[in-house]
């Protein structure tokens, strides 16, 4: 794909800029705290900003219209505005329950988990929610460096490097308020860029009603090209299990100033979901209408991707600057996802091992030093898994789905139930994970209503069941839902 200067230039000075912040960001650190959770005085619009581009990704720009262009492997069209929507859903139910999460005063899900429950139940989410964060990271590097290197021209392994060295630094130098502040000017740089891009891709097309008349008209089918309502719910639950126990993005909510600030920042990220769900899912059905209309050749397209559906269309139809500011929110959406997921890992290693099991007595500033290590460490790992480019990515993303399945009600019900117990949380853990891996294997000997093809599902409502039961059996010696003081 030929580059101009200019697209160059924007790319590059977007990345500079970036850095800029992390130093501006690194002055304000002061401590762990600052450094992990904001100082706990992010409000409403910043955490906005940075909840919806850590989950507003390569899947949901490039993605989406490849998806909705139907060119790819996924016919879905229309419907594929529901995989963004679906988070926005998932943020308005985390709403409701906002003010309890930021109100729990702690850094980590482990850590709830282990003041909570005692200290097994913390090792188990410490370990479950670490490797996933980097099987993460590797995988958002290895997006970012495929956009950067088809988008500049680079070779794929000079992009990757360069992607993990600059979200590394930034990410390492301001911790939350470096992550938070990028983030709102990336999601900005996707939501505007994407939206702007319309206008021109239809004047390319000859407007609108050219559009409708040289696509079939499932294109247009909101719910089918998905596969209907019940993948809707499947995906609806899917977030909001794994926002409310992933680190990544919980951090969020533990970084809001006060509950209030905590349920709007919600609420505005939900609205930012749903605004940006269509955009991309127009320009995917406009470059299948191209395509159809032999303005776009289908078979470059498909040989450098359909996934590239929408650097092709920005290249045909959109002057260099606006060009530019696109690739840059391109390229943004899927380094936001990396920088939250090194800071998710390199504090749950501080708080929940380093701290609690190899030096108890560790100063706060060390806390943040090992964080900030550990989150180097995170980056270079995961830039040689990357580059080895090994299944060792699938087994890691797998421990996705077991966080999700085994943490989310013990984490949930904590907040609410005075008898939840130890026990109950460590069957929920337990069964939560076996029953994820034997569904996600398509190893258990049991259909579940035909959820099999989302493990979490079955996951979850078994490790609900175990929870409860043992909840029961084995009650706590003290029925409350407040946390005892951490130990120091």
Known sequence: MHVQVTVVVIVVAHMAVMLGIGYYASLR????????????????????????????????SLGVVENASMLGRAQWGLSASWYVMTMGVAFVILTFLAPKI??????????????????????????????????????QFMASATIVSVMLGLSWKTALISVA????????LGGMWSVAITDFVQVGLIVVGMAVAI??????????????????????DLFSG??????????????????????????????????????HGSIIAAIINAIYAFIPTILGIVMLAL??????????????????????LASLTMPAIIVGLLFAGVISATMSSADSDMLGAGSIFANDIYKQFIKKN?????????????????????????????????????????????????????????????????????????????????????????????AVIPG?????????????????????????????
């Open 29 to 60: 650190i002061k401590d762990s705290s600052d450094f992990m959770v904001a100082g706990r005085r992010m409000g409403p619009i910043l955490m906005a900003g940075t909840l919806a581009a850590t989950e507003i990704g390569g899947g949901s």
């Open 102 to 139: 930021r109100n729990s005063g702690v850094r980590t899900v482990p850590e709830y988990f282990r003041r909570r429950y005692g200290p097994t139940a913390g090792v188990f989410t410490s370990i479950t929610m670490f490797l996933p964060l980097i099987g993460l990271t590797a995988g």
């Open 165 to 172: 060295a600059i979200v590394t630094i930034y990410a390492v």
């Open 199 to 220: 206008p021109f891709a239809l004047n390319f097309a000859g407007g609108w009603d050219q559009v409708v008349a040289n696509v079939p008209p499932e294109a247009f």
């Open 226 to 263: 998905i596969g209907g309502g019940k993948a809707i719910i499947a995906l609806v639950v899917m977030y909001v299990a794994t926002f409310t126990v992933g680190q990544e993005a919980v951090a969020r909510y533990y970084s809001a100033r006060d509950g209030k600030a905590a349920m």
């Open 291 to 312: 395509v159809n209309m032999d303005m776009v050749d289908k078979d470059t397209l498909l040989h450098e991707g359909a996934r590239y559906s929408l650097p092709v």
């Open 362 to 454: 560790a100063s706060d500033k060390e806390v943040m030093r090992v964080t900030q290590l550990v989150m180097v460490l995170v980056g270079v790992f995961s830039l040689i898994v990357a580059l080895s480019a090994t299944s060792i990515i699938s087994l890691l993303m797998f421990s996705f789905t077991l966080r999700a399945a085994s943490a989310f009600f013990p984490y949930i019900l904590g907040h609410y139930w005075p008898k939840s117990s130890n026990a109950g949380s460590i069957a929920a853990l337990i069964v939560g994970s076996i029953v994820s891996v034997l569904y996600e294997r398509r190893l258990s000997p049991v259909g579940f209503f035909g959820w099999e093809q989302q």
């Open 460 to 488: 979850l409502v078994c490790a609900l069941i175990a929870f409860i039961i043992f909840s029961y059996l084995m009650p706590p010696k003290v029925e409350t839902v407040e946390l005892p003081p951490d130990a120091k």
